[in-house]
């Protein structure tokens, strides 16, 4: 059966590169998108086998992307293909649902392979991702508690001035980040935490004691 793949990246010659390799290999490319938005309706109209995920996307991250998509599309499997190799992201795409890892300096051989391993119900990582992933949740388990949230120190940090009722306009000036870059931390943080929303989010992190932290 032809493996039917959804591409999801917001870099246009990147995405129809991608496009046209794969149709060269004989998969049938049934959407792409360049958003979580834009993912989340399509998977939900195509129901795609594949869905080839980047994890920096201008309305949200590619772990959001993950479990929207699989939330819409419960039968697609997805294998990240992203530019970054840092453990926080790699993480985070695993904890909301992908299959696989991959960067993008991957030969088109190993992205051939990794899709059609995906397809399959494979796990696909580039090599020292998967250890990565194995050791992580070892320590997890080996901690006794691996239903416990673990939040990265950014995490934390945009947390606190959650805490205290700043708004991510004002925690990004604070920390001199991007105003999207501190919705994605909050994005994470909820996911994490499995809270619904700011409100929920502050009233946490003042439980946890963050608020009373001194500021870095």
Same mark, same amino acid.
């Given at each position: 059966?032809?493996?039917?793949?959804?591409?999801?990246?917001?870099?246009?010659?990147?995405?129809?590169?991608?496009?046209?390799?794969?149709?060269?290999?004989?998969?049938? &490319?049934?959407?792409?998108?360049?958003?979580?938005?834009?993912? &989340?309706?399509?998977?939900?109209?195509?129901?795609?086998?594949?869905?080839?995920?980047?994890?920096?996307?201008p309305?949200?991250?590619?772990?959001?992307?993950?479990?929207?998509?699989?939330?819409?599309?419960?039968?697609?499997?997805?294998?990240?293909?992203?530019?970054?190799?840092?453990?926080?992201?790699?993480?985070?795409?695993?904890?909301?649902?992908a299959?696989?890892?991959? &960067?993008?300096? %991957?030969?088109?051989?190993?992205?051939?392979?990794?899709?059609?391993?995906?397809?399959?119900?494979?796990?696909?990582?580039?090599?020292?991702?998967?250890g990565?992933?194995?050791?992580?949740?070892?320590?997890?388990?080996?901690?006794?508690?691996?239903?416990?949230?673990?939040?990265?120190?950014r995490?934390?940090?945009?947390?606190?001035?959650?805490?205290?009722?700043?708004?991510?306009?004002?925690?990004?000036?604070? /920390?001199?980040?991007?105003?999207?870059?501190?919705?994605?931390?909050?994005? %994470?943080?909820?996911?994490?935490?499995?809270?619904?929303?700011?409100?929920?989010?502050?009233?946490?992190?003042?439980?946890?004691? /963050?608020?009373?932290?001194?500021?870095?």
């Amino acid at each position: 059966m032809t493996i039917r793949v959804m591409i999801v990246d917001d870099h246009p010659m990147w995405r129809d590169g991608i496009e046209r390799d794969l149709v060269a290999e004989g998969f049938e &490319v049934v959407a792409t998108a360049d958003g979580v938005g834009a993912a &989340v309706r399509r998977a939900a109209a195509v129901q795609p086998d594949v869905v080839l995920m980047d994890m920096q996307l201008p309305d949200g991250s590619g772990a959001q992307a993950t479990a929207e998509v699989l939330a819409a599309s419960p039968s697609s499997r997805v294998l990240v293909l992203s530019a970054s190799d840092e453990r926080d992201d790699v993480l985070e795409a695993v904890k909301a649902g992908a299959t696989g890892y991959l &960067v993008k300096s %991957a030969s088109r051989d190993e992205m051939v392979a990794g899709v059609i391993a995906t397809a399959d119900g494979q796990a696909v990582f580039t090599p020292g991702l998967a250890g990565l992933v194995l050791g992580e949740f070892r320590r997890m388990s080996a901690g006794g508690d691996p239903e416990k949230p673990v939040l990265s120190p950014r995490e934390t940090e945009v947390l606190r001035y959650v805490a205290k009722g700043m708004t991510a306009k004002q925690i990004a000036a604070k /920390l001199f980040l991007s105003h999207r870059t501190v919705e994605n931390h909050v994005q %994470a943080a909820l996911r994490k935490l499995q809270l619904a929303n700011r409100v929920e989010l502050a009233r946490y992190a003042i439980e946890h004691g /963050l608020d009373d932290e001194p500021s870095p």
